[in-house]
Each structure stands twice: as structure tokens, then as C-alpha cells.
């Protein structure tokens, strides 16, 4: 039995039937169920789940596995979308589905369920914000958009969401932005957080480290308040690190504050003394002000007179005595390394490392020293930079009340640092000028950002703000204080124009963003699709600089980057053609320049001109082929092969010269020849020169062309008179030879025309006949062509012969059917028109063609006879010229050996009995022939018969005569 459509063994079959069942049926539901299931071909399998609707089917394929378990189970993800989007699916179904698939059928569900609970809850099931974003990117539904947006927390998950609906949803565009500034700004506000802690814990650092001033105090209690108010969470990593900070600064304050108490009460007595005069004594612990005299350099008391300063002992300390002398001679930029030699030394030393006095002055040297690392640009400096490095300066050279009782004077680098101190001073003045212009040119350009923002430019706008919000960053608060608002409404400026020119501008840049999204399917040739892809990118171009395109250039540059793709191997190719082109051309350039020795053979050998010309042409040949057409020549490859090239010309170049003027010198000789009288002598010489003309090497093509073209014009004149000479020597002993020569010559003109005069013919054969017997060298050849020309004659004759047979045969034919003309007239009278008689006399006499006179004769017999029966109005013996016919058609058709119809086969068999003693038989063809001429005679003699035989009895003359 034959079996169903879907169990057929060809899977064409099989597919037709599954593109023409009706799915609509329980019956055919199984049927393509069966077939998605087990079918053994992949193209049947996948066209069955397109139309199966059975949900656990569908749901029991996404698990497919095998080699066609890929495409299975996509296939049936497909079908699912499809019903997800249709509303075929309950939500009972959505919640089977996503708990045995959430991971594969999430995505689909929230991206193309026309459900919104159903989109809910698979967005539910979505734990991955990969996930999330793609669901954004490719749902057509608001509402999946804006759900799956708003559970996004990473911000590069929420930077590509918003570039994907930019453009397309700008309600979810706006909720990405605002999570996207929200988080900015709390990223930003616990960097603040994180920032003041850590910039507090360093300062309490800070001052554990180096020299104490009276400054220290202060800034030790900012940094306890500062650190009181920050958030207990925020510092509580540090709290350890910041306690103990805070218990080393304390102690090293307290231990500053004993050690001024004690020198003041060493120095009472002084103190006192100085009191009698009308001195205060001075407070270890006051901060010097910016315009007091440092000590040292005296003070001024009340009524302006100068009084000396106060002095301190010395310190007696010989461990500090030897510590001056190993930092004496050390320069600022040798003081780091000395102070860690001196350190070192100290360290290992008890009565060094006990000495505070040598610990304050290794604490002053390396507070100096930190000035310097990394060394300091004074050229650089901004005014606040410098009055602030003034006062540390300052303050570090006022050494006796840093170092009361020690003597640093003589040391390298304090007199370093006072040279230092003296230059911030000189440079401030600059600086100060510096900044009073910088913020005049920057008010400046400011300005001109105001006009670029009035002209609409806001590529040029937005570079310049860059510029100078860069600019503004690097100055000091008091330089800024008077260009920040003026920043701050320019970028306001700048934001209001650019969301003009968003309105403006992007629907053309997302048009071309499709435009070039679009190439890749028009399937154009490299060179095209590379032309269409930089139309579009010159007009993104022309489009200018806005916040839109910044937007969009990713993309644009994506699409632009995947439709560029297939360009890049053809011009790969290309680019390898071009660089084999330039390879054979530098080897060109190689075997031109290793070929240099053909210039210069051995000494007694002369160069062989031809084989470095073929060298030269070939060189100049394989150039020109290996040009580069689209690109500009390699100026130094090209002055190379020149320069090879050159050695070459020039050779040739005075070769040909040289070749030239050997070949004037020969034409003037042939011309001076050709002039004078002409001998053998001067043939003989002619000869010679054209010998040594071939002996001159080689020239220029067309010099040596018209060289030659006159050359061969004075050999021409020579030779053509001596062969003239010549002839009229051998014409002298010859003439019947030439005239039997000249006699072939007609004959053959004469066997080309169409006719021929046989009087003529007969007239030079007899001429030829009748000359002298020739050479034995000529006879053969001339007797051959004689008869040659002869046959041609013979030829021309018989042709004539046979088309004036022809045309005598034609006019006997006309002429008898003018004859049958007035016969059937008498005939018939009634049918013949009025002028018959005048057009047959007419036609009778209309030709040049003449036949035979005895047929002619016959033939106006029988024309008269007709006229006449017409003008008595008589008929002629119809039987008897019938009787008569019959006759001879018995006897043509025995002569022709043609059968005769039945109704004459007694009367041919009676003629043949009554003659058959004379051998008259169609055996005899020649005899044959002559007795039909005969006939043909009598036939056309013959008077008509009746028109009702007239035709068979003509039927039967035609038969036997044309046999």
C-alpha cells in the first residue's frame, strides 16, 4: 500500500506536507508533533515546530540535545515567541514555563509577551543585569522598558541601556539619567567623605614629622575638631591609626612647650636686664607676624630707634660640634644624602643619638630638605604658591628661634636656602603680573566663547569651554574668583544651544546612523560599498560638531566599522598588488644597476649596443606595466630607477649620435652617387656603401627611418638606371621573346572580359604561331602559358556560346506563345480582346534576340496562318492537326524512350512494328538526339489543336523533349 505524505521516504514529501497541513487541527497537531519529534531530517523538523502549538512540546524541544540540538531548541524558542507575542499563551502556562526555563525564556517573555503581568513576572525571574539590559534594548513595549531600566544598579549596565533607548523612549532615557546622576552624586559624596578622612589623618601625620613651630598647636586642634565631626562609620577604619597619630603629636607639643619654658628660665637674668631699657622679652610660643623682623636682626621699640638684638648662649655640645661638620659642606641638592649618612652615623652612636640638639637640627635639615623633593620650579609658581613657600622659607631661616644657642650660618645649604628665599621674592612680582594678565586674557576669551555661542558654533564653543574650564582648574581661588561665573553661564549657555541643535540635528544623524546600519544588506561590490561609506561619513561631517553627534558617534562609528568589513580584504589586495608592483620595480631597479659592467666590457671588446638596448627597452617596458594607477608615484623609487637608467642613455645617446653621422656621411657619398653619371663602376659602389650601411650599429627608430627612406632613393636612381641598361642590352636579341610575352598579356586581358572578339584571338595566335623559335630557358615557360591563356578564351567562348543558346531557346518560347495566343483566339473569339492582333505584332518585333532562320520561318507560318483565320473568321481542322500531333509525340517519345499514356499505345505499337526494320530505338542516343531537333521542327509547324488536348498533348512534347 503507498504510504501517508508525512511517512514518506523522500523528505521533500515530507516538507511539502508540513507547509500544506492545515495546523489548525487536533490530527495535524500530533501528526507534525510526531515529525518535530523523531523526523530524521532537520529542514522537516523545524518546519514542523514552526507550526506546532502544543506548549509542552515546544517546552519539552528547548531541551533537544544531539547534532541538530542547536537549532532544535532555537527553533522552538522562536515558535515560542511567536505565541508570547500573539497572546496565545495564559499565564498559568507563562509561570510553567519560566519555572522549568526561566533562564532561556525570561528574556523573550519580558522583551515580546503582549501581557503585562505575564512581562511582570518574567521580569521577575530575571536576576542578571546583562539580562535586564537587553530586554531594554530590544523591547518594543514601553512599560517591559521602563521596569526592567529602573532594577538596573551597575553603571555601565545603565550607560548602555540609556544608549540604546536615547533615541527611542526618552521617558526611560530620563529615569536612566536621573539613577545614573544619582549615583554619581553619591559616588561622589562618599569620595568627599573618604577624602576628608584620609586628608585628616594625614595632617595629624604630618605634623609628627619634621620641625615644631608655634603653628603646629593650631593646626593640631583644626584637625581634632575636623576629624569630631565626621561620621562615626566613614573613620571608623582609621580611628586606630588617627588615636595613635593624635597621642605622638600631643606628646611632641608638650615636649616643644617644655623645652621654651626651660630656655626662658635659663635666660631671666637677660630678660631682666633688657627690661631696664625698655625691651619685652620675647614668647617662645608667639607666631611671628608676616611683617615682623625675624630675630636676629634687631627690634625697634616705641620711638623707632633701633636697639640690639637679644643673645642667646651658645650650646656647648660636642656631639652636636660633630654633626655641624658632617652637614656643613652640603649643598640643597646633596642634603638628602647627607642627612641619611648623618642619620646613619647617629643612629649607631649612643652620645650622637642622645643629644636633642642633634635631633632638632637633623629635624631642621630635613624639613628643609622636603622643601626640595621633588625640586620646586620657581618659574611655575602661581602668587599664592609663592607667598606661601615665602613664609616657610622665612620661617625655616629664623633659626635662632628655631634653634636657640646653635649657629647654622656657616652651613651650605641655609645659605642656599636664604639665595632661595631672595629669588620667591624677586619672582612674586612677576608672578603677581603674570596672573593679573592670565586673567585678563582668559576675561578675553571668554568673550570670544560669548560671540561663538551667539554664532551657533557649538562644536568650536564646547572645544573652547573645555579649554578654559582646564584653564580655570589649574588657578588659584583668588585668580578664579571673578571668571567662575562667568563659567558657570557659559556652560549654561552652551547646554541651552546644544539641546536646540539636538532637536535640530538628530533625527539627520540617526538617519544616517540607519543609513549606514543599512549597507551591509545591499550586497555592493568593495569599491562601491566603500564609496557609499564615505559619502555618509562626509556628511556626518558636514552635519558639525554638537552634543548629538557626540551622542551618536559610537554608534555611527559602529555601523560604519561592520559595513567597512568586507572592504578591508579587497583593499588588502589591493594594497598587495601594489606592494608586488613596488617589489618587481625595486628589482628592476636591482638588475639595472648589477648590469651596469655591460657599459664597460674588456679593454679590446666594444659593448654590445643591441643587448643593452633590449636591456633598456625591456627595464622601461616592465616599469610602465608595473605602474600603480591610483597612487602617486614613489618619488624615490622613481629617482632611482632614473639614476639607474641614466649611465645607460647617456652611453646610447652618444652611440646613436656617432651612428648618425656615419650614416649622413653615407647618404651624402650615395647622393653625390646618384647625381653624376651612372656606370657600372657607380653600382658597384652604390653596393658597397649599402653594405657598410648595414655594418653602422644602432639608431633611433624613426632617425634611422628617414635616413634610410633618402638613402634608398639615391640606391633606387642608381640601380633602376642600370637595370634599364640592362634590359635594352637583353631586349636587343629577344624582341620575338617579348612579343610573345606581350602576345600572352592580350590574351589573357582578353579571357577576363565577359565577351570575346575571336577575330582578335584568332589574329595573335597566329602571330604567336608564326615567331621565331625561342630559347631554350623561355620555351617551356612561354609555351605553358600560351596554352594557359588559350584554355582561358576557350573558356569565355563557351560561355558566350551557351547564354546566347539560352536566350535563343527563351525568345522561341515567347514567340510560340504569342502563336498560342491568336490560336486560342480563333478559338475562342469571343474571349479575345480588340487589340490582341496589334500586341502580338508589337511583342513579335520587341527583342534583339535572334533565333534560327528555319524556326523562325515556321513560327511566322504559323503566326500568319492564325492572323489570318482571325480575319476571314475561319477555324482550322481541329482533328486532323490533332492526328498530326499524336504522330509526332509518338515518335518523340519512342525517340526519348519515354512511355506513352494508354490512349496512344496501339498507335505507338503500330508505328514501332511499321519501323522497326530502320533501328529507330531510344538506344541510340546520338541518333536520338538529331531525330528529336527534327521533330521539334515539325512540332512547331504543326497547327493547333482543340484547347481541350492542347494542354496534355503539350504536357507530353515538354516530357519527352526536356528528357
Given at each position: ?71 532544535i531548541a532555537t527553533a522552538a524558542e522562536s515558535r515560542l515567541v511567536d505565541k508570547f507575542s500573539s497572546g496565545d499563551v495564559s499565564d498559568t502556562a507563562i509561570r510553567a514555563l519560566l519555572g522549568s526555563h526561566a533562564s532561556r525564556l525570561a528574556l523573550p517573555i519580558a522583551a515580546h509577551s503582549s501581557s503585562a503581568e505575564q512581562r511582570e513576572l518574567a521580569l521577575q525571574a530575571i536576576d542578571d543585569e546583562t539580562t535586564l539590559v537587553t530586554v531594554v534594548q530590544q523591547s518594543r513595549l514601553h512599560d517591559a522598558r521602563l521596569a526592567a531600566a529602573m532594577r538596573l544598579s551597575r553603571h555601565d549596565s545603565m550607560r548602555s541601556a540609556l544608549a540604546a533607548v536615547r533615541s527611542r523612549d526618552k521617558v526611560v532615557a530620563k529615569q536612566l539619567q536621573q539613577k545614573l546622576d544619582s549615583a554619581a552624586a553619591e559616588e561622589a559624596a562618599l569620595i568627599a567623605r573618604r577624602h576628608a578622612v584620609t586628608s585628616t ?763
Amino acid at each position: 500500500m503507498k504510504s501517508a505524505a508525512h511517512q514518506h521516504k523522500d523528505p521533500q514529501v515530507r516538507l511539502s506536507f508540513v507547509n500544506d497541513a492545515d495546523a489548525s487541527t487536533p490530527e495535524s497537531q500530533e501528526t507534525l508533533a510526531e515529525l518535530a519529534r523523531n523526523d530524521v531530517d532537520l529542514a522537516v523538523r523545524l518546519a514542523a515546530i514552526g507550526k506546532l502549538d502544543e506548549l509542552n512540546i515546544l517546552r519539552e524541544l528547548l531541551d533537544a540535545n544531539g547534532d541538530d540540538g542547536g537549532a532544535i531548541a532555537t527553533a522552538a524558542e522562536s515558535r515560542l515567541v511567536d505565541k508570547f507575542s500573539s497572546g496565545d499563551v495564559s499565564d498559568t502556562a507563562i509561570r510553567a514555563l519560566l519555572g522549568s526555563h526561566a533562564s532561556r525564556l525570561a528574556l523573550p517573555i519580558a522583551a515580546h509577551s503582549s501581557s503585562a503581568e505575564q512581562r511582570e513576572l518574567a521580569l521577575q525571574a530575571i536576576d542578571d543585569e546583562t539580562t535586564l539590559v537587553t530586554v531594554v534594548q530590544q523591547s518594543r513595549l514601553h512599560d517591559a522598558r521602563l521596569a526592567a531600566a529602573m532594577r538596573l544598579s551597575r553603571h555601565d549596565s545603565m550607560r548602555s541601556a540609556l544608549a540604546a533607548v536615547r533615541s527611542r523612549d526618552k521617558v526611560v532615557a530620563k529615569q536612566l539619567q536621573q539613577k545614573l546622576d544619582s549615583a554619581a552624586a553619591e559616588e561622589a559624596a562618599l569620595i568627599a567623605r573618604r577624602h576628608a578622612v584620609t586628608s585628616t589623618l594625614k595632617q595629624v601625620l604630618s605634623l609628627n614629622e619634621g620641625v615644631w613651630t608655634p603653628q603646629h598647636g593650631g593646626k593640631l586642634q583644626a584637625a581634632r575638631e575636623r576629624w569630631a565631626k565626621l561620621e562615626p562609620e566613614d573613620r571608623a577604619s582609621h580611628e586606630t591609626e588617627f588615636t595613635e597619630a593624635m597621642t605622638m603629636a600631643e606628646q611632641r607639643l608638650a615636649d616643644y612647650t617644655a623645652a621654651q619654658q626651660a630656655t626662658a628660665d635659663s635666660s631671666e637674668a637677660t630678660d631682666s636686664a633688657a627690661g631696664e631699657h625698655g625691651h619685652a622679652p620675647m614668647d617662645a610660643a608667639s607666631e611671628p607676624a608676616e611683617n615682623t623682623p625675624a630675630a636676629g636682626d634687631g627690634a625697634t621699640d616705641e620711638t623707632g630707634s633701633a636697639t640690639p638684638a637679644q643673645e642667646v648662649p651658645r650650646i656647648d655640645d660636642p656631639a652636636l660640634t660633630r654633626v655641624q661638620e658632617m652637614l656643613a659642606t652640603a649643598t640643597l641638592t646633596d642634603l638628602p644624602g647627607a642627612l641619611e649618612s648623618t642619620q646613619s652615623a647617629v643612629s649607631q652612636d649612643e652620645t650622637l643619638s642622645g643629644s636633642d640638639h642633634v635631633k632638632s637640627v637633623l629635624a631642621h635639615g630635613q624639613s628643609i630638605a622636603v622643601l626640595f623633593d621633588p625640586p620646586y620650579d620657581i618659574n611655575k609658581a602661581r602668587p599664592g604658591a609663592l607667598q606661601t613657600r615665602i613664609k616657610r622659607v622665612t620661617s625655616l631661616l629664623d633659626i635662632p628661634r628655631l634653634l636657640p644657642g646653635i649657629d647654622l650660618s656657616g652651613h651650605a645649604y641655609v645659605g642656599e636656602l636664604q639665595a632661595h628665599l631672595a629669588q620667591l621674592n624677586d619672582r612674586i612680582t612677576k608672578a603677581r603680573q603674570e596672573s593679573s594678565d592670565r586673567i585678563k586674557a582668559t576675561h578675553r576669551q571668554f568673550a570670544a566663547l560669548s560671540a561663538i555661542i551667539k554664532e551657533g558654533k557649538w562644536g568650536p564653543a564646547n572645544s573652547m569651554l573645555r579649554r578654559l574650564q582646564k584653564k580655570l582648574s589649574a588657578m588659584e581661588a583668588e585668580e578664579r574668583s571673578s571668571l567662575d561665573d562667568k563659567l558657570t553661564r557659559a556652560e549654561q549657555q552652551l547646554a541651552e544651544m546644544a539641546d536646540w541643535q539636538d532637536f535640530a540635528a538628530r533625527p539627520k544623524l540617526e538617519a544616517l546612523c540607519e543609513s549606514m546600519e543599512a549597507l551591509p544588506a545591499k550586497e555592493l561590490s568593495p569599491e562601491a560599498l566603500a564609496k557609499e561609506v564615505r559619502e555618509l561619513q562626509s556628511a556626518w561631517k558636514a552635519m558639525g560638531v554638537s552634543r548629538a553627534s557626540n551622542d551618536l558617534w559610537t554608534r555611527f562609528k559602529t555601523a560604519g566599522d561592520i559595513a567597512y568589513q568586507p572592504c578591508k580584504a579587497w583593499f588588502e589586495t589591493k594594497q598587495q598588488q601594489r606592494q608586488e608592483k613596488l617589489d618587481a620595480k625595486a628589482r628592476l631597479c636591482e638588475q639595472l644597476e648589477s648590469a651596469q659592467n655591460l657599459l664597460t666590457p674588456d679593454a679590446d671588446a666594444e659593448p654590445d649596443w643591441k643587448a643593452i638596448v633590449r636591456q633598456v627597452n625591456n627595464a622601461k617596458r616592465e616599469w610602465s606595466r608595473n605602474r600603480v594607477p591610483d597612487r602617486k608615484p614613489d618619488k624615490a623609487l622613481e629617482a632611482r630607477f632614473s639614476a639607474a637608467l641614466k649611465p645607460f642613455e647617456t652611453a646610447l645617446t652618444e652611440q646613436y649620435d656617432n651612428n648618425v653621422k656615419a650614416k649622413e656621411e653615407l647618404v651624402e657619398k650615395v647622393a653625390a652617387l646618384a647625381e653624376g653619371e651612372i656606370t657600372q663602376h657607380t653600382a658597384n659602389q652604390a653596393k658597397s656603401l649599402l653594405s657598410a650601411w648595414k655594418l653602422v650599429g644602432i639608431m633611433r627608430r624613426k632617425e634611422d627611418q628617414a635616413l634610410w627612406e633618402v638613402f634608398n632613393a639615391h640606391l633606387g636612381t642608381i640601380f633602376k638606371h642600370q637595370h634599364q641598361v640592362e634590359r635594352q642590352k637583353q631586349r636587343a636579341g629577344l624582341e620575338h621573346v617579348f612579343r610573345a610575352k606581350d602576345i600572352i598579356k592580350r590574351l589573357k586581358q582578353l579571357s577576363r572580359g565577359d565577351s570575346l572578339d575571336e577575330a582578335e584571338v584568332q589574329a595573335l595566335s597566329m602571330e604567336f604561331q608564326a615567331l621565331a623559335e625561342f630559347p631554350e630557358r623561355d620555351r617551356k615557360f612561354l609555351l605553358r602559358d600560351y596554352r594557359q591563356a588559350l584554355e582561358a578564351c576557350s573558356r569565355v567562348q563557351d560561355n558566350a556560346a551557351k547564354r546566347r543558346s539560352q536566350a535563343e531557346q527563351e525568345e522561341r518560347l515567347r514567340l510560340l506563345g504569342l502563336c498560342e495566343q491568336l490560336e486560342q483566339a480563333v478559338e475562342q473569339p469571343d474571349g479575345a480582346s480588340d487589340t490582341l492582333v496589334d500586341d502580338v505584332t508589337h511583342a513579335w518585333e520587341a527583342t534583339d534576340v535572334k533565333v534560327q532562320t528555319d524556326v523562325a520561318t515556321v513560327l511566322q507560318k504559323r503566326r500568319d496562318a492564325a492572323l489570318k483565320h482571325l480575319t476571314k473568321g475561319t477555324k482550322p481542322d481541329y482533328q486532323a492537326n490533332e492526328e498530326k500531333r499524336r504522330d509526332l509525340l509518338i515518335k518523340m517519345e519512342v525517340a526519348a524512350g519515354v512511355d506513352t499514356p494508354a490512349e496512344d499505345k496501339a498507335r505507338r505499337m503500330q508505328y514501332q512494328l511499321e519501323h522497326l526494320q530502320e533501328g529507330m530505338t531510344s538506344a541510340g542516343l546520338d541518333d536520338s538526339r538529331q531525330v528529336l531537333k527534327k521533330l521539334e521542327k515539325k512540332w512547331l509547324a504543326a497547327g493547333p489543336a482543340s484547347q481541350s488536348v492542347q494542354g496534355s498533348l503539350q504536357s507530353r512534347y515538354l516530357k519527352a523533349y526536356r528528357r
